[in-house]
């Protein structure tokens, strides 16, 4: 059985920072590729960020890249978004799948969520 376990959401005022982390089981994690998805209040889930299966290559959202950045431990099976210079549009419940650029399993945690707010 395929699960997600995200953490290391809560609220922060803009400008701070937050690593969100993805812990991975039921996969062989080695050899998946895997995202960063978010889904904000009212809106569809966008993709956030991916990374490559040996972490070499990543790819980000516009309005995200040089803010974010994902990266993996394959020893832990976990993977993690470093969230820095955080806005208000920034708040969402944050998910991780694995695919790096479309969600390959149907199930999806509970997600994490981040609230930007002064």
């Known amino acids: 059985q395929v699960q997600f376990v995200e953490s290391g959401g809560g609220l922060v005022q803009p400008g701070g920072s937050l690593r969100l982390s993805c812990a991975v089981s039921g996969i062989d994690f080695t050899i998946a590729t895997m995202s960063w998805y978010r889904q904000a209040a009212g809106k569809g889930r966008e993709l956030v960020a991916g990374?490559?299966?040996?972490?070499?290559?990543?790819n980000y959202l516009g309005s995200v890249k040089g803010r974010f950045t994902i990266s993996r431990d394959n020893n832990k099976n976990t993977i993690f978004l470093q969230m820095n210079t955080l806005k208000p549009e920034d708040t969402a419940r944050y998910y991780c799948n694995s695919g790096r650029y479309t969600p390959v399993r149907p199930d999806w945690g509970q997600g994490t969520q981040v609230t930007v707010s002064s």
């Open positions: 990374i490559s299966a040996d972490g070499a290559s990543t």
